[in-house]
């Protein structure tokens, strides 16, 4: 049954400016009528980090997890979005936010090291294998969009990463923890 599915992820959820320069954008490209589609609530929006999978148990997994999270070291930093996007070019394409080139590193980096982590605890068999790309998709639009358009750049300061829950349509966060270096 698809409701005892628990989708967990670790994120970083947009600070209080950021999520605010969100809204503004998402509001600024549903007034334009370029992207027309299913928009994410703004409880939902997040950036991806490291994917753990779809599970019926997780239990194990969210000890396992919590455990690399808790020796992660990253410095806290700064990121730049500047453009939305789609992935592909189908029905229902993720609309995302992408980074500023020079934006990328840090996000990159916090995605190697926490891989790392979660190989030691033993949860490597549930990472992605696909190369890392940071985004934060607003919207699942009904066609995809021919070229990125360009924003107001939205600056995000990243200071805590989250252990997500996705379950039964809703997202809660299982526990947080500081970037420090």
């Not at 599970?55 to 939305?84: G, K, M, N, Y």
């Not at 891989?115 to 294998?129: F, I």
Request: with cysteine.
């Amino acid at each position: 049954m698809a409701s005892q599915v628990h989708r967990l992820f670790f994120a970083l959820k947009p600070d209080a400016a950021a999520a605010e320069a969100i809204a503004r954008t998402v509001e600024m490209l549903q007034a334009t009528q370029r992207i027309r589609g299913r928009w994410l609530p703004p409880a939902k929006l997040h950036l991806t980090v490291q994917f753990l999978g779809d599970l019926t148990a997780p239990d194990a997994i969210v000890q396992r997890a919590r455990s690399a999270a808790e020796s992660l070291r990253i410095a806290p930093f700064e990121s730049t979005f500047d453009r939305v996007a789609s992935f592909s070019r189908r029905l229902n394409s993720p609309c995302v936010l992408r980074c500023a080139p020079g934006s990328e590193a840090s996000l990159q980096e916090l995605a190697r090291e926490l891989a790392v982590l979660l190989s030691a605890a033993g949860l490597g068999e549930y990472l992605e294998t696909r190369p890392y790309v940071p985004h934060l998709t607003i919207a699942y639009a009904q066609n995809a969009l021919p070229e990125p358009i360009a924003i107001e750049p939205i600056i995000w300061q990243a200071r805590a990463i989250g252990l997500v829950d996705s379950h039964g349509g809703q997202h809660a966060q299982i526990d947080s923890w500081p970037l420090r270096p």
